[in-house]
């Protein structure tokens, strides 16, 4: 048996202001809804938004977005209204960090 991740869900109260998030601030396409749930194309592994609550554990999962340029995405975003921190370089790529706004982490990296 051969398992493949396909979807990361979140749980969130506060679905109006997350989809509004991962649709117009990160910019990721809509490509299903139903009462109560969401679901972004985000490449080969979708994220979907599901109404409840949450509680998140000492150290939640991030969501991490490839970018080849992670300095002019960073940019691209915090314009949007995304809260990054700095551009953080290592010897072979670079990335940066935030969260989304139920406080789930999230990246941007080069890492391929």
């Given at each position: 048996?051969?398992?493949?991740?396909?979807?990361?869900?979140?749980?969130?109260?506060?679905?109006?202001?997350?989809?509004?998030?991962?649709?117009?601030v990160?910019?990721?396409?809509?490509?299903?809804?139903?009462?109560?749930?969401?679901?972004?194309?985000?490449?080969?592994?979708?994220?979907?938004?599901?109404?409840?609550?949450?509680?998140?554990?000492?150290?939640?999962?991030?969501?991490?977005?490839?970018?080849?340029?992670?300095?002019?995405?960073?940019?691209a975003?915090?314009?949007?209204?995304?809260?990054?921190?700095k551009?953080?370089?290592?010897?072979?790529?670079?990335?940066?960090?935030?969260?989304?706004?139920?406080?789930?982490?999230?990246?941007?990296?080069?890492?391929?």
């Amino acid at each position: 048996m051969k398992l493949e991740l396909r979807r990361i869900v979140l749980f969130t109260p506060n679905m109006e202001r997350m989809t509004a998030f991962y649709r117009d601030v990160l910019g990721l396409k809509v490509i299903g809804t139903e009462a109560g749930w969401v679901d972004f194309d985000a490449g080969p592994c979708r994220i979907a938004l599901h109404a409840g609550s949450s509680e998140v554990g000492k150290r939640p999962p991030k969501l991490n977005f490839y970018a080849a340029d992670v300095t002019a995405t960073r940019a691209a975003l915090i314009g949007r209204g995304a809260k990054l921190g700095k551009v953080v370089s290592t010897a072979h790529f670079d990335m940066c960090g935030g969260k989304d706004p139920d406080g789930n982490p999230i990246g941007i990296s080069a890492r391929k």
